[in-house]
């Protein structure tokens, strides 16, 4: 099909569609108009092959260089292990987590969009939170909380950070376990995060991995939001990662991945204010779920199964029983992904972290979504992280701008 058609029919769906956003805080701004640029933090594959990057990609299907890096930041430092980012409320800068060394990186990104500039970075975060191993950066108004893995020296259990969106550390929260995702939804004043390892565990060979270091890796923690406090704990399958709540208004309920139990799983919100949680579906032996993602209008989820090499849609259209309702297999080792705000495309990398990768085919590449539901792998658009200029590289967690 031409390109102009493809424009043509993308500006004519888009036209008629909200922008709400899936899988990002519910406090950051919305998009007015459809994404231009995806930004993509990303670290070299080798150790020593240089500085993590936060990658600018073209995604405007009108645009010359669409699917293509067009931009590079480097942070200056190396052996960050780059993971997730995340938007502060007012989509002016993103916060970009290391998984090893524990810093914090800041980018500008509402001065010019295409052209993120690295404007702060927060080195000895252990010793100012005594909390380590930063996983997910999530906005709250004019604040952002990170959830940390564990105690300052890698070991033990971890928690909340606090800081401003200028990055002013406030106060640390502490966690009966290892918090890995944070999911809230405003109008019940609740938090729920999700657990895996400590950083001990995460940043040493997979061989090296010992259950023992780990404390409650099977729970997740409900929080009163105001408080801070965490007043309910949920116990389940291992290593609880990816957790979505849904985004209708007044929403009750949300699901989790286990990736240590291979499947979905359901926290609800019952008339009297306490959470109750099940096992809602197997997603199947050796799939390994890594992300979890919605669509908009809270009929489907996405799961990414590294170790299976697939990407499921599950139809939740029934929240109580939920179904598989395609996938995609023979995509090597999936994790990261990301759906568009109209949810009809969905992106995902395919590098977890450098100690558990089992294949060095980098690449970011980009599924459509049918209206019924259906995924179709993109032939034409795959950025190939195996030739990333200035060498090969391992891309991880994205937003779209």
């Known amino acids: 099909m031409k390109r102009w058609i493809v424009c043509l029919l993308a500006g004519l769906t888009v036209a008629g569609t909200a922008f709400s956003e899936t899988c990002i805080s519910p406090y950051v701004k919305g998009l007015k108009t459809p994404e231009k640029v995806m930004y993509l933090w990303t670290l070299p594959a080798k150790p020593n092959g240089g500085p993590d990057f936060l990658a600018v990609i073209d995604v405007n299907l009108a645009s010359p260089t669409y699917g293509q890096i067009i931009k590079k930041v480097k942070v200056g430092s190396s052996g960050n292990e780059a993971h997730h980012i995340g938007f ?21 990104v509402g001065t010019d969009p295409a052209n993120p500039k690295l404007i702060r970075t927060i080195d000895n975060v252990p010793g100012l939170t005594r909390l380590s191993g930063p996983h997910t950066p999530y906005a709250i108004p004019g604040r952002i909380l990170v959830s940390m893995a564990s105690g300052p020296d890698g070991t033990g259990t971890g928690g909340i950070a606090e800081f401003t969106n200028d990055g002013e550390f406030i106060a640390g929260h502490n966690a009966s376990n290892h918090p890995y995702e944070t999911v ?43 408080e801070r406090k965490v007043i309910q704990t949920l116990s389940g399958d291992p290593i609880n990662l990816a957790a979505r709540w849904m985004l209708k208004p007044g929403a009750r309920y949300g699901y989790n991945i286990s990736n240590g139990g291979n499947s979905i799983w359901m926290f609800k919100m019952e008339d009297d204010g306490t959470f109750t949680y099940r096992k809602a579906a197997d997603t199947g032996p050796g799939c390994g779920p890594a992300d979890l993602r919605q669509s908009p209008d809270d009929k489907f989820l996405y799961v990414s199964c590294f170790v299976g090499s697939e990407v499921q849609a599950w139809d939740i259209s029934d929240p109580e029983n939920i179904r598989l309702h395609d ?24 590098s977890a972290i450098s100690t558990i990768d089992y294949s060095s085919r980098y690449s970011l590449q980009l599924i459509q979504v049918g209206r019924d539901g259906r995924l179709k792998l993109d032939p034409n658009f795959k950025v190939d992280f195996v030739q990333a200029p200035n060498g090969p590289a391992r891309p991880h967690d994205m937003l779209l701008n």
């Open 327 to 350: 996938t995609i297999q023979g995509v090597v080792q999936p994790n990261m992904m990301h759906v568009t705000s109209d949810g009809h495309r969905l992106y995902f990398t395919n």
């Open 184 to 226: 809230i939804k405003p109008e019940f004043n609740r938090m729920i995060t999700s657990a895996w390892f400590p950083q001990k565990t995460f940043m040493s060979p997979l061989d090296k991995w010992n259950p023992q270091d780990w404390t409650n890796p099977n729970t997740m923690l409900v929080w009163d939001l105001k």
């Open 88 to 108: 502060t409320d007012d989509r002016t800068k993103i916060w970009a987590a290391s998984l090893n060394t524990s810093r914090l990186f800041i980018f500008d």
